[in-house]
């Protein structure tokens, strides 16, 4: 550590510590007992700006992150979110400077560019007698989970990581992604759902059995296989909603069964599919994921009110697509659009088939979104499928996105500048309810890089690395 991160270290240890007069009297530093991390990847400030501004128009109130803004209760900070090898990161990397608190290249999870791997937090808490946990919309071995649990040279060995975190023993461990315990699906036959049965775990893959868990004994729960439906589709589905539970809601499930751990715990929760919406430019999942990660959020927000020793994170991996609400003459109508949709181009697409025919397509957005498209921009997205070979309808990236998203953009006003990742410095938000806002964000620098949260979670709870 250089001296300057000593410096830049040592202010940011000072954000919990100086809150309490009573403590700083007794000259005992105040210390937070659970960290609560949540994570929106991919969330440019346009996403956050306009979620809140789809929830104020349609619900008539303030998102549950910006509330904390508008009343003055949190801390706020722009993060550098570049990696090792890159002033774009990606979510392995942006994980692992979280987690293993050093920058390492695209797509490693705690491993450095000179192969060093360097231990993960989640590791670390869990064997200071912490609980640990995370939850998510992507695979539960996705990047962002992984870089706070694990270290691997390549976070496209699921597989593998399914299997460490047998071994790692988390007390929750919630999201999706089936395929990497199923037997069937597992390149090496392995059962995983019976392994961790075996070693103690509840085990769940429905909504329901998530909701049986108790606390006791540590939980696995794998919804679906890939990604949990994006939170609109959900929301249009009681059949969705029924097997599948939403990310507010393996939130709670997850700090029901942490907290009575006597020393207390810590959980990642992540809208992972936020990122996926963007790279599609699919509006209706981006925004409506945003505001489940929101729920999420507002979860978090009580428990940590009514427990007082809870610390929250709110922020970003990375930006992704930079979208936003565009100037224009019909510019509060066109926005206002998005909140009558029903489904997400997610929705639209993947149930299109070489089949379709061009009105059946038309009546297929209209009853999504009530665009009515031309048939000539009907016959033009259909032509994608027919260069479609039968396993290219399970890869997103080959659907007509950006087309799609083109043609609605003079509907919605919201413009995109891309599909990918962006090196955007992001918005973080902390939050202690134990302490006064004003006292407590003293020692914030207002612009931090990504790895210094490692060490701000380390200070925070008084936990050390070795
Ligand atoms: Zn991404």
Redesign the pocket.
Known sequence: MNRRDLVRSAALGTILLTGSTSNARSGNRHRVKNIIFLVS??MSTGTLAMADLLRQRKEGRSSNWLRLYREGRAQRALMDTASASSLVT??AAASSAWGGGVRVPNGSLNVDADGQAHRPIWQTFKAAGKAVGCVTTVPITHATPAGFCVNSKSRGSMADIAEHYLGLRFDVMMGAGTEQFNPGKRPDGKDLFKAFNEQGYQVAQTRDTMLSFRPGKPALGVFDSDSLPFALDRATSPALQQIIPSLAEMTHTAVELMRGNADGFVLQVEGGKV?WAA?TNDLAALLYDQLAFDDAVGEAIRFAEQNRETLLIITTDHG?ANPGLLYGANANHNFDQIQTYRQTNDWILTGVTKDTTPTQLIERIEAAQGLVIKPDDARSLLLHYTALDETGIYNPRKLPFRQLAALQTPHTAVGWAGMD?TADFVELAIVNPGHSPSSASAGLPALINNTDLHTFMLQATGVHQD
């Open positions: 990847d991919g990606d979510s990122d790279h992704n990742h």
